[in-house]
């Protein structure tokens, strides 16, 4: 314990290192979805936060209040989760639900409970960012070696690791905004800051293989998120410029694997090919690019009026590439409130027959989602108080569809607590994620302007990003995307600055805490009894 404290870690790094790999392992098993990969986690997870709160009743101080008051509104949440099982349709799968929700629970109360100081943080967001693009690596090479490569594939999109090809882009995108927030840092090794770019490069390109029409809205309003809390934004600009060159002149190679899987097996295997030579040398190339300038930025120190006409110069050319954006963006929409008409009579359309185009970004956005959130909403209007019952989608939907598709979710995450909670549900999570964010926006104000701010609008991205793309699909149902999410919600609201936590707490404040740990501990009880009980009667 001494070396890590002495290294600039904290003790919370061992139990979020733990919690990480446990990540890492979902995402390589189908993103954690199947009850036989999460079950065991949450007990795992349960046994990790009873751990640690030992030593916070001890030694830590009390965590602020609007972080335990943030924790009680999610278990309220919870609680109200099971307690809906008793008009659920499906009570066995409400039971899962449930359990589902408790793991959430137990994962932000790990990251929420004890201070992280910055570099802690900054191991466990570089590491899994690094560790998911080895993922996605491993996925392209298995794909490219195997005798049947579509069978990674699911309509010309990649959908492994997750089985789901939104829910694989989601993994991958909600990773590169730690790797680029520690990239442009100087405070971090710079040996580290080429490694983290160039996984942010392999992150990006392999999503586009996944073809997800849904980060094309996510990505976008995360990075916005990103840019506007990111400290010294022009070095963010500057440090992102490479992967996005990277990717754009990757982009065409990799764009040409959604046609060739539909193409038959020969030619997608020399699509994957090329994709994968094209990602090898991104991530050589930007590997390479970043370590020296990394290298350089440790050692150089331009004067004041230099760094200040840099910083101009990268203003204006993002300015103009808006607005070149928004000009390319108009003259291929035409009139912009036809366009979103037009779009949305598409939508309601729902999934239309017809041949594969030679990109799902360029396709239309007929899909029943229309119909799953029509039914969910008439749930919701029929209960409004207490909701149909957490996971009772899929027999709703079955007796009320206007499709021959049968989902277990209705693809939205505000519709699902709507729907299936009510409004009791609904003003809990909401009370929760408002809790949450105050938190974080406390702790931002705390962080300054050095590192601690950057793994601050690192974790808040990565965040931004799944809530927003989890609002328009069923990203809650895979543990490997929403546990992170909310892991990084929690530890933003918890970041120290750079001295972190001092002393002792006071004897009252130890008492509390002491008292917290005994609540904790016997919630948690019931946790594990619950969840191995849904286990063993599986």
Same mark, same amino acid.
């Not at 314990?1 to 919690?19: K, N, Q, S, T």
């Not at 209040?65 to 799968?93: E, K, Q």
């Not at 909310?486 to 008492?511: H, I, M, N, Q």
């Given at each position: 314990?001494?070396?890590?404290?002495?290294?600039?870690?904290?003790?919370?790094?061992?139990?979020?290192?733990?919690?990480?790999?446990?990540?890492?392992?979902?995402?390589?098993?189908?993103?954690?979805?199947?009850?036989?990969?999460?079950?065991?986690?949450?007990?795992?997870?349960?046994?990790?936060?009873?751990?640690?709160?030992?030593?916070?009743?001890?030694?830590?101080?009390?965590?602020?209040?609007?972080?335990?008051?943030a924790i009680a509104a999610f278990a309220a949440f919870t609680v109200w989760g099971f307690i809906s099982?008793?008009?659920?349709?499906?009570?066995?799968?409400?039971?899962?639900?449930?359990?589902?929700?408790?793991?959430?629970?137990?994962?932000?109360?790990?990251?929420?409970?004890?201070?992280?100081?910055?570099?802690?943080?900054?191991?466990?967001?570089?590491?899994?960012?690094?560790?998911?693009?080895?993922?996605?690596?491993?996925?392209?090479?298995?794909?490219?070696?195997?005798?049947?490569?579509?069978?990674?594939?699911?309509?010309?999109?990649?959908?492994?690791?997750?089985?789901?090809?939104?829910?694989?882009?989601?993994?991958?995108?909600?990773?590169?905004?730690?790797?680029?927030?520690?990239?442009?840092?100087?405070?971090?090794?710079?040996?580290?800051?080429?490694?983290?770019?160039?996984?942010?490069?392999?992150?990006?390109?392999?999503?586009?293989?996944?073809?997800?029409?849904?980060?094309?809205?996510?990505?976008?309003?995360?990075?916005?998120?990103?840019?506007?809390?990111?400290?010294?934004?022009?070095?963010?600009?500057? #440090? +992102?410029?490479? *992967? @996005? !060159?990277? =990717?754009?002149?990757?982009?065409? /190679?990799?764009?040409? $694997?959604?046609? &060739?899987?539909?193409?038959?097996?020969?030619?997608?295997?020399?699509?994957?090919?090329?994709?994968?030579?094209?990602?090898?040398?991104?991530?050589?190339?930007?590997?390479?690019?970043?370590?020296?300038?990394?290298?350089?930025?440790?050692?150089?120190?331009?004067?004041?009026?230099?760094?200040?006409?840099?910083?101009?110069?990268?203003?204006?050319?993002? #300015? +103009?590439?808006? *607005? @070149? !954006?928004? =000009?390319?963006?108009?003259?291929? /929409?035409?009139?912009? $409130?036809?366009? &979103?008409?037009?779009?949305?009579?598409?939508?309601?359309?729902?999934?239309?027959?017809?041949?594969?185009?030679?990109?799902?970004?360029?396709?239309?956005?007929?899909?029943?989602?229309?119909?799953?959130?029509?039914?969910?909403?008439?749930?919701?209007?029929?209960?409004?108080?207490?909701?149909?019952?957490?996971?009772?989608?899929?027999?709703?939907?079955?007796?009320?569809?206007?499709?021959?598709?049968?989902?277990l979710h209705p693809h939205s995450l505000p519709i699902r607590i709507v729907s299936q909670t009510g409004?009791?549900?609904?003003?809990?999570?909401?009370?929760?994620?408002?809790?949450?964010?105050?938190?974080?926006?406390?702790?931002?104000?705390?962080?300054?302007?050095?590192?601690?701010?950057?793994?601050?609008?690192?974790?808040?991205?990565?965040?931004?990003?799944?809530?927003?793309?989890?609002?328009?699909?069923?990203?809650?149902?895979?543990?490997?995307?929403?546990?992170?999410?909310?892991?990084?919600?929690?530890?933003?609201?918890?970041?120290?600055?750079?001295?972190?936590?001092?002393?002792?707490?006071?004897?009252?404040?130890?008492s509390r805490v002491g008292a917290l740990a005994i609540i904790a501990t016997v919630v948690l009880a019931?946790?594990?009894?619950?969840?191995?009980?849904?286990?063993?009667?599986?």
């Amino acid at each position: 314990m001494d070396r890590i404290r002495a290294a600039g870690f904290g003790v919370e790094l061992i139990p979020g290192a733990l919690a990480l790999a446990l990540f890492v392992v979902w995402a390589l098993t189908e993103g954690g979805f199947e009850p036989t990969a999460w079950y065991p986690g949450a007990l795992f997870v349960a046994g990790l936060l009873v751990a640690i709160a030992v030593p916070l009743a001890r030694r830590a101080p009390l965590p602020p209040r609007l972080s335990l008051l943030a924790i009680a509104a999610f278990a309220a949440f919870t609680v109200w989760g099971f307690i809906s099982i008793v008009w659920a349709d499906a009570p066995g799968d409400a039971w899962d639900g449930s359990n589902r929700t408790l793991l959430y629970l137990t994962v932000f109360a790990l990251f929420a409970l004890p201070a992280w100081r910055p570099a802690s943080a900054a191991a466990l967001l570089g590491a899994f960012s690094v560790a998911i693009a080895a993922v996605g690596v491993v996925v392209v090479v298995d794909a490219s070696s195997s005798a049947d490569p579509t069978l990674s594939f699911i309509h010309g999109s990649l959908a492994e690791p997750t089985g789901y090809h939104n829910a694989t882009a989601a993994l991958l995108c909600g990773a590169v905004f730690g790797a680029l927030a520690l990239a442009s840092r100087r405070e971090a090794p710079w040996a580290v800051r080429g490694l983290l770019l160039a996984s942010a490069t392999v992150l990006v390109e392999i999503s586009l293989l996944a073809q997800s029409r849904g980060s094309l809205i996510a990505f976008p309003i995360a990075t916005a998120v990103y840019l506007i809390a990111m400290p010294q934004r022009s070095r963010a600009i500057v #440090a +992102a410029l490479p *992967v @996005a !060159a990277a =990717a754009a002149l990757a982009a065409p /190679t990799l764009l040409d $694997v959604y046609p &060739a899987a539909d193409d038959g097996d020969p030619a997608a295997a020399a699509a994957l090919d090329d994709a994968l030579r094209a990602i090898g040398l991104s991530f050589v190339a930007v590997l390479g690019l970043g370590t020296l300038a990394a290298f350089a930025d440790s050692r150089l120190r331009p004067p004041e009026g230099v760094s200040r006409a840099g910083r101009w110069a990268v203003a204006s050319l993002a #300015a +103009a590439g808006l *607005v @070149a !954006a928004v =000009a390319v963006a108009l003259n291929a /929409t035409g009139d912009p $409130v036809d366009w &979103a008409d037009e779009r949305w009579e598409e939508f309601k359309a729902g999934e239309q027959e017809g041949t594969l185009a030679d990109s799902r970004f360029a396709g239309g956005l007929g899909t029943n989602r229309y119909d799953f959130w029509r039914v969910a909403l008439n749930e919701a209007r029929d209960r409004p108080l207490t909701g149909s019952g957490i996971e009772s989608f899929a027999v709703d939907y079955v007796r009320e569809r206007r499709s021959d598709e049968e989902p277990l979710h209705p693809h939205s995450l505000p519709i699902r607590i709507v729907s299936q909670t009510g409004l009791v549900g609904a003003l809990l999570f909401a009370s929760f994620l408002v809790l949450a964010v105050a938190a974080a926006v406390r702790a931002r104000a705390r962080a300054g302007a050095g590192l601690a701010a950057a793994i601050w609008a690192g974790a808040i991205a990565s965040f931004a990003y799944w809530f927003v793309h989890s609002s328009a699909d069923w990203l809650w149902a895979f543990p490997a995307l929403t546990a992170p999410a909310l892991a990084w919600l929690a530890l933003a609201g918890r970041l120290e600055g750079v001295d972190g936590p001092g002393g002792d707490p006071k004897p009252e404040t130890r008492s509390r805490v002491g008292a917290l740990a005994i609540i904790a501990t016997v919630v948690l009880a019931l946790a594990v009894a619950s969840t191995a009980l849904a286990t063993s009667t599986r």
